[in-house]
């Protein structure tokens, strides 16, 4: 390993060096019947992430697109925020639709 990573990894650990730095990084894409997908993500690992996305996406027949390739079919209207929890599917998709009604 070559000693400047093993110099920010210390530096990291004392706390010298910031920790984790996230990037906000855009998706797009088709799902199972031609479903347009737009995710936007947090991530510390672009790589890593597009790489299991792509395999989520493909594993249920869908593909991941270009950037632009499905982004002008969708208006931005706001942001829905969840705490990630117990709550059934049926009270979390009736949740999103109630916050959406304002839209």
Same mark, same amino acid.
């Given at each position: 390993?070559?000693?400047?990573? &093993?110099?920010?990894? *210390?530096? #990291?650990?004392? =706390?010298? $060096?910031?920790?984790?730095?996230?990037?906000?990084?855009?998706?797009?894409?088709?799902?199972?019947?031609?479903?347009?997908?737009?995710?936007?993500?947090?991530?510390?690992?672009?790589?890593?992430?597009?790489?299991? &996305?792509?395999?989520? *996406?493909? #594993?249920?027949? =869908?593909? $991941?697109?270009?950037?632009?390739?499905?982004?002008?079919?969708?208006?931005?209207?706001?942001?829905?925020?969840?705490?990630?929890?117990?709550?059934?599917?049926?009270?979390?998709?009736?949740?999103?639709?109630?916050?959406?009604?304002?839209?």
């Amino acid at each position: 390993m070559p000693q400047d990573n &093993i110099k920010k990894a *210390i530096m #990291k650990g004392t =706390g010298e $060096l910031p920790g984790t730095t996230y990037e906000e990084c855009t998706y797009e894409g088709f799902g199972p019947g031609g479903v347009a997908i737009f995710m936007e993500v947090l991530t510390d690992n672009k790589n890593r992430t597009v790489a299991e &996305i792509r395999h989520l *996406i493909t #594993k249920y027949g =869908g593909n $991941l697109g270009e950037n632009g390739s499905v982004s002008w079919m969708f208006d931005t209207k706001g942001q829905i925020i969840l705490k990630r929890d117990d709550q059934d599917e049926n009270t979390l998709f009736e949740d999103v639709i109630d916050a959406g009604r304002g839209f």
